[in-house]
Nanobody
């Protein structure tokens, strides 16, 4: 499984961005896919997750109500819509496939930088 993120950039606080993750290879319906982020000097954090087959979702408390994870099964693309962005959302965002417990995952993308200015 290969994952390629896109859509990062610089945005002002209160703005929005949409990240995309294009997946190639065999994505099983049982996979949980997700987005993680890591800010400088901080541990990697799981932001949102989605079950590829059923579409059930889960979010970190810090992004609930602001971020939405979704997927396009037909084209093997996962999205993260980020609204009401805050400076503390600044981080490198990674998509991942076949999530395990905590911050474990079998497959990772290369990451995309999101910077929110105040």
């Amino acid at each position: 499984v290969q994952l390629v993120e896109s859509g990062g950039g610089l945005v002002q606080a209160g703005g929005s961005l949409r990240l995309s993750c294009a997946a190639s290879g065999r994505i099983l319906s049982t996979y949980i896919m997700g987005w993680f982020r890591q800010a400088p000097g901080k541990e990697r954090e799981r932001v949102a997750a989605i079950k590829w087959g059923g579409g059930s979702t889960d979010y970190a408390d810090s992004v609930k109500g602001r971020f939405t994870i979704s997927r396009d099964n037909a084209n093997n693309i996962m999205y993260l819509q980020m609204n009401s962005l805050k400076p503390e959302d600044t981080a490198v965002y990674y998509c991942a496939a076949d999530l395990g417990a905590s911050i474990a995952a079998a497959y990772w993308g290369q990451g995309t930088q999101v910077t929110v200015s105040s």
